[in-house]
């Protein structure tokens, strides 16, 4: 099967066209919460691809705020 992306509008699940900028913000701000607590990545929970992509976004920043203070307080 093709990615979600790769189907048409009509042929794309209904939960991967509903989300909202405020539906994005705070998928990243929850990934970026889990990024910087070293969370790992797999803890990603998010069904809909737009909102783990988000997510995803949010950790790979709060991950690397994080490795930045593990390497200041070394």
Do not use: C, F
Request: zero cysteines.
């Amino acid at each position: 099967m093709a990615p979600p992306a790769a189907l048409p509008d009509a042929d794309r699940p209904d939960q991967d066209r509903h989300w909202s900028l405020e539906s994005l913000n705070k998928a990243y701000q929850q990934g970026y919460m889990a990024g910087l607590t070293g969370h790992p990545l797999s803890q990603q929970a998010q069904r809909v691809e737009v909102l783990a992509a988000a997510w995803e976004a949010g950790w790979n920043d709060g991950d690397k705020q994080h490795q930045l203070l593990i390497q200041k307080t070394a």
